[in-house]
Every structure is written in structure tokens, then in C-alpha cells.
């Protein structure tokens, strides 16, 4: 498969408007069409967050995601609010630490990562959204992990710039689990 | 236009359009801030310093207008850019900008309407852009991008065409557009072309007489000849302006109607049509006003039946209605209030139309 229909959710400040930023720049360095729409409005630290992002080797018809085949979700209200719109076959990426998922369907992939947790013993406190894309990574392949690292690279602004290689330990981090 | 992949980069579209209106040679903005609009002012107030241009936010909408009407007096390239609410409060400024043929680029992000609304995507200022953006006898160019792409490309149009005709121009793009971000190359812009503005009320230093640029007019007979001339220029901007694309029309049974953010859940209820064997296309207006009558004319010798779909209540349905001269029924499927119409809900509406047809 190499178009991707992917949400990301979780609560604002968990860094997955950001994430899905450093999908959509992997797609866009493979040359591939691409597209991100963040939720906007009254969101905050502590709000909800989510955001939409398309990989396709087509041109990108709605940008707006509803049935994902990608669901990556960091809080208990994103996942029970999603959960039943990921497309049957598709993959959902669960921060475990903060989702009690008891989810029934069986025509879906359901990762369970401590992400929260593990970014918290690594010292990688704030990392956890980038350990849960090691892991989209590894399972889906939407983009090369070099593809990635570049992204990462222009995402992450030249004052933070010394952030970079924590960021790729932490792909590694989720690739590894 | 040819952009080369490797130069591509990813932008939101407000910041797009800010970026590509700096490259058509925009040097000032005036405006004040508003969701889903507000990225424009925030790029506006960094980079403008940087460019040696002027970022001012105003005290208000009706403030920022009337200091574009200004420096658009004084012969630059000035734009605002803000949301529904923000742009009501501008049709004052807006109709004296008319009055005073003055060329200017403003853009709209619409949100839901009416009053304040709410701040999700909408489509429904189109009777507002199109037909009465204030009083008097006027009309506006009314772009209508559907990617971050076109966002650039049809920015830099319309400071051009704003100049080359002396009318404002209103980039009408939703939240949904602002919002998002899609890979773009902005391309080379030639700034040599920008015409002369020898009627600009700029300092001369008493080497010519001097300019006035005004909309007021106490005689009539003078006022009526004005506003017929204006129109003769109007005839012209409708004859050589209008722009749409056509995709997958040739064969189409039955042909969508639809403009911006719309017209990308379009196209992809269209593909998902074609696989099951429903001949649908699509007529994606790029410019409302003026609105491309002749394309859709077109259309109406070939379409058994058209479908506006709209992020509204359904106000494009009159002009389509008027370009084919009501020789086909003219059906209509939207969402309103923030909704988006997706491209399944799009596609039930076809099959059901498809059904009537057999």
C-alpha cells in the first residue's frame, strides 16, 4: 500500500500536530503527494488536538480524514471517539500508558505502547508522540526511516536544532518495541 | 505552471497566499486578526519587516480597509485578509474601493455564518463575494483556489489583474484551505511588468497636476456615465477572465458543480462514480466573478442533469441555472454551518440522480 489515510489525536501539547508534521514532510521528501489539516480553534495544552494527513502517489482529493487506515491515538476520549471509523484492515497505534483500550473489533491491528511511560524512563520526558511513530513506522512503512530523520530535521527549528538526535533515539525507541 | 519537485515545500495556506503576495511585490498589509484567517497577519507582521514593507494591525476591520483604500490611492500593492465577520465589516471600504477604481487584493477564509458563526469551514459568503460585497453598482474579481498551489499561483494573478483593470480582488478560500498545508513551489515572479499608476495620488513635487482619487459624484448624469464605464470594463473582464477546469466532463450524464475545498470531495466522489460505471465529471469554477458561463453552457449540450455541491445552502445553484438558461434540471447537495461535504455523502447524491436518469 503506498496511500495513507492517517489521524492522529491525543490532547494538545502531547506534540501531534507536530507529528503528523513529521509524517507529512517523510511523504513530501519521497515525492510524494501529501497534505496535513490540523483541528483548529478554541485548542489548548490540555484541549483535544488532531490532526489529518494524507500520503498518496495521486493528487490529494479531500485532506480531511474520517476513516483512517492509520489511527494514532494519545487519550481515552480520542480513542472511543475514532476507534469505529478506522477502515476494516487498518492499524491503531495506542499510547497504552494513557488508553484503557477494550476495544472488540478483530477486523482491525491494535498496537498497545506504553509510549508515555517508556519516554518517561528513557528521559525522553515529551518524546512519547515520537516513540509512537517508531512504531507506526515499523508496522506501516508509510516512508523510509531516513525519509524520516530528514523530516524530523525540518521540523524541528534551528533553536531546538540539538533536539534532533533524541528525536531519532526515540523512532528507534518505538521501532524496537 | 512548472515547479520542480525538488523545491517544493510544505506551507499552510494562509501563509502561502501571505508569502506569494510579498513575491507578487505586496509591501503592505493592514488587517487584524480573526480564525480561521489569523496566520495571514502573523506571517504578514514577520516577514513584512524583513522586506523593507509595512505590517499595521489596525484597530479594527473598518480601520484596515479604509488604510488599503489609502495606499492603494498612493499606487501600491496593498492587501487585507480575514474571516466572514471581519469581512462584512469591510463592505463599506470595499464598495468605496469600487467607487474609486482602486486596484487591492483582499482575502476571505470563510467560516460559518450567519453573525458570528462558528470558525469550521464554509462556503456561504459566496452571495456576499459574487453579488453584494456593499452598496451601490459594483462587481469584484473573485478568485476561487482549490489547493495550496493554486492558493500561490492565483495570489500573484490577482495583484495583476487588480492593477491591470483598477478593481479590488477577493481571494474566497474556507478554513479548511487556510488551514491545511500541501507541498508548493512558489514560482518566479516578474515585478518589471507591474503597469505605471499614473493616476496615483503619490508626491510629484508639483511636476504634473495633481491626482484626485475619490468616489463621491453630486451630479447624476456624471455619476450614471462614471458607473457605465465601469461596466464597459466589466464586459471586458468577463469576456477575457473567466477561468474553469473541466475534468472528465466530454461523456459526463452528470456534471458537479464545484469550487474550492469543495471541489476536492468532489473529485473524489467523481473517481469513486466512474468505478462503479456512473458517467459523472466535474466544472470547477477557479474564478466566481466572473463566473465561467460558457464552459458550463457547454456542458448543458451534452449533461443530462447538474449538481451544485456546495458548503452553503445552495447559493451557486442561480448562476448555473442562469449560464444554461434552465435548459437542464439543476440539483443541489451541501453541507453548512462547518460541515464538510465528504465524498461518500457526495457520491449517494450521484448514484441517486444516476438512478432517475435510467
Redesign the interface.
Known sequence: MTNYNILLAGFGGQGILFSG?VM??AG?VE?K??????S??PEMRGGTANCSVCLSER??????V?TPDILVVMNQPSYEKYIDAVVPGGKVFIDSTLIQANCERTDIDIYEIPATQMAKQQDMSGLANIILMGKVLKETGFAATESVEAAIRKCVSARKAHLVDVNMQAIQLGMNC | MTEKQAERVLMKGNEAMAEAAIQAGCRHFFGYPITPSTEIAAYMSKRMPKVGGTYLQAESEVAAINMVLGAAAAGVRVMTGSSSPGISLKSEGVSYLAGCDLPCVIINVQRGGPGLGGIQPSQADYWQATKAWGHGDFQILVYAPSTVQEMVNLMMEAFDKADEYRIPALMLVDGLLGQMMEPIAFPEKDLSTIPAKPWATNGHKHKREHNIVNSLCLKPDELEQQVIARFARYDIIKAKEAQAEEYLVDDADIVLVAFGATARTTRSAIDMAREKDIKAGMIRPITLWPFPEKVIQKAANTAQCFLSVEMSMGQMIDDIKLAINCTKPVHFYGRTGGMVPMPVDILGKIEELARGLK
Open positions: 508534521k507529512a514532510n513530501l515525492g503527494e501529501v497534505s496535513w489539516l490540523p483548529y480553534g493528487a490529494i482529493g479531500s485532506p480531511l474520517t
